[in-house]
């Protein structure tokens, strides 16, 4: 089977600096990494090509020959294959750095890491008046909190936790061998590093008991149905003084028997008579704020049309000032008409018989 090409692997020329294969061996790394989902024998290729390569002798002698022999001078000399374990073993290969931090459990101690509390999230519904003027309210949330028996240590008061002896207190374990061993979380200690013998009876070993707990959040004015506010801080707390984790609150919105939102404005159907339609009116109409305002319709409006009040809308979230209150006209034709109005209408039909409001559907 022909030799597969240490450039092509790592996806470089052969024209490439030391860095630019130093840069493209940690994608390939990242891409092939077991611990990633990648394949084991992609990654011992990558490894393999990266030892060659980035050695400026041992790259030299790929050049001229098209593979490298391990040993100084060329074939027969003593060493070991490319991909193979280092010297020193693989302890000695730092995989953190070589990934910038991506495998951060090779190369250390996963034991009593700290760790960030657990995000949680609450629906809470608000009145259109709540949304648009802003509410402070109590969320009863359920998180885990340090159990105050034990102090969050999970052991019953006046004993420790111990060392795991499954690995030794790292909290991981190496499965595989050399350059290709890879990390997992210790089966029997969970990756604490640590096991409790004697369980604290109030929170049974977990270190953590589960409590109810107001707490109080203020949703800003100008919130929108379905929105999502992050409260940093207020989620599950950390453990081994890692941060705690953040409450999100989403916001339903009830509906209003006028009202509806449209972004930061609002939007109203506003119903007219025939005759204030087509002689002109001055209105008075509510706006969310709960102000009353006038409102001029002009002679001959139109169904449909939309009279714009700015800075009567809703406060926008991101941004100064607010959106405008949108009044869209809609003409109510009467259903119920009397003898005297019916021939009323009749005469004002016939006045207006030149008139034609469909010439231009024809």
Known sequence: MARKDYYDILGVKRTATADEVKKAFRRAARKHHPDTGGSEEAFKEVNAAYEVLSDPEKRAQYDQFGQYFPGPGGPGGPGRAPGGPPPGGFQN??????????????????????????????????????????VSRKVEVRRAEECGTCHGTGAKPGTSPVKCPNCG??????????????????????????????????CRGKGQVVRVKPVTVNIPAGVAGEGKIRFKGKGEPGSAGGPAGDLYVVTHVAPHPYFSRDGADVLMDLPVTVTEAALGATLTIPTPDGAKVKLKITEGTQDGSVHRLAGRGVPRLKGKGNGDLKVRIKVSVPTKLSGEQKELLKRFASSREDEDVRAHVR
């Open 93 to 134: 290969v730092d995989l953190g750095d070589l990934f910038g931090g991506v495998f951060s459990g090779f190369g250390g101690s996963a034991a009593g890491s700290a760790r960030r509390g657990g995000d949680l999230q609450y629906d809470v519904t608000l009145t259109f008046d709540e949304a648009l003027r802003g």
């Open 169 to 202: 207190g790292v909290g991981h374990v190496t499965q595989g061998q050399g350059l290709f061993g890879f990390s997992r979380p210790c089966p029997r200690c969970g990756g604490k590093g640590s096991i409790v013998e004697e369980p604290c009876a109030t």
